[in-house]
């Protein structure tokens, strides 16, 4: 793996719940870790939904494997040159050079 092709630098966020003075529940981000990724824009689409025209991206992340970080479907990425945040939907780890794939999906509203 060649270090020029690793060029973006993304944050790692878990969800984090907790309970407000009031005992309600809350959810936040958390940052585990940041680490050189590349990040590449698979596919995207436009749509309507509810009077709105949305937009949705599937996004591929390679990335090294973090020792001690365990990453999750319900994990999220952000982009940190452009602040976007991909939701993460799968996984797929290759044992023997200790890499990631990670397919994600980012999208937005219009109204």
Do not use: C
């Amino acid at each position: 793996m060649k270090a020029g092709r690793l060029r973006h630098r993304v944050r790692v966020d878990a969800p984090t719940r907790g309970m407000d003075s009031l005992g309600a529940p809350t959810s936040s981000w958390s940052t585990l870790v940041e680490v050189q990724a590349d990040v590449s824009y698979v596919s995207g689409r436009e749509y309507m939904a509810a009077s709105r025209d949305l937009s949705e991206e599937v996004i591929r992340v390679y990335m090294r494997e973090v020792p001690g970080v365990h990453l999750d479907a319900g994990f999220r990425l952000t982009d940190v040159d452009n602040n976007q945040q991909i939701d993460i939907v799968s996984i797929l780890r290759d044992h023997t050079r200790s890499m990631l794939t990670i397919v994600g999906k980012a999208g937005s509203s219009h109204s």
